[in-house]
């Protein structure tokens, strides 16, 4: 069991930056890969970007690349999402996930098997 509690939205404006956070706890964090997802109003969830239980490899929807960075620390438990250069259409409610595989960075959401609750993301132009 996997849980995970994200922090770290807000309202920004265009062009601001913002850094999201996923504590984990209940598992060895070192051994599940972890995932970005948002979900904007109306529109299905999205991949945003993944990142390897060891932190040594990463994966980025091309809405995110050059934008969004994503890192981990496995000695807090914690993985990150720096977001700079936000646009009005990054306004979304961010979920991170987990997957058991630490090795598998996959963009369905449907392979990842814990999430959190979420943290609202909201840019205006």
């Known amino acids: 069991q996997v849980q995970l509690v994200e922090s770290g939205g807000g309202m920004v404006q265009a062009g601001d930056s913002l850094r999201l956070s996923c504590a984990a706890s209940g598992r060895a964090f070192s051994r599940t890969a972890m995932g970005w997802f948002r979900q904007a109003s109306g529109k299905e969830r999205e991949f945003v970007a993944a990142?390897?239980?060891?932190?040594?490899?990463?994966r980025y929807a091309d809405s995110a690349k050059g934008r969004f960075t994503i890192s981990r620390n496995n000695a807090e438990n914690t993985v990150y999402l720096q977001m700079n250069g936000l646009k009005p259409e990054d306004t979304a409610v961010y979920y991170c996930?987990?997957?058991?595989?630490?090795?598998?960075?996959?963009?369905?959401?449907?392979?990842?098997?814990?999430w959190g609750q979420g943290s609202q993301v909201t840019v205006s132009s």
């Open positions: 990142i390897s239980g060891s932190g040594g490899n990463t």
């Open positions: 996930a987990a997957t058991l595989d630490p090795n598998y960075l996959t963009d369905y959401w449907w392979a990842y098997n814990y």
